[in-house]
């Protein structure tokens, strides 16, 4: 079992950056596939960006391709996201996930794949 904190969410301005951080307990981080997601007001909750538990693999939802850059460091047992380029869209809880894997390249990109979740941190983004 891991559990997952997030933090570095805040008040940004359009055009700004932020990083975000997920540390997860235990000793096995290496054995997770880890991802982002991110639930704005009155909308379902999307995903956002993953990585495989190698680190070698990544995907990203097309909203955030090209701006967002997520990684991990295994020694941490930390992940993050990297957030670059902000927009009032990007306005939302952002929710840190895990799921247990024997895939070193799986990446998985369904909220329903993964197991554990933080209590996630608000990203807001003013105009």
């Known amino acids: 079992q891991v559990q997952l904190v997030e933090s570095g969410g805040g008040l940004v301005q359009a055009g700004g950056s932020l990083r975000l951080s997920c540390a997860a307990s235990g000793r096995t981080f290496s054995s997770y596939a880890m991802g982002w997601f991110r639930q704005a007001p009155g909308k379902e909750r999307e995903f956002v960006a993953a990585v495989a538990r190698s680190g070698g693999r990544t995907y990203y939802a097309d909203s955030a391709n090209g701006r967002f850059t997520i990684f991990r460091d295994n020694a941490e047992n930390t992940v993050y996201l990297r957030m670059n380029s902000l927009k009032p869209e990007d306005t939302a809880v952002y929710y840190c996930?895990?799921?247990?894997?024997?895939?070193?390249?799986?990446?998985?990109?369904?909220?329903?794949?993964?197991?554990?979740w933080g209590q996630g941190t608000q990203v807001t983004v003013s105009s």
């Open positions: 996930a895990a799921v247990e894997t024997g895939r070193f390249s799986w990446v998985p990109k369904s909220s329903w794949e993964y197991d554990y």
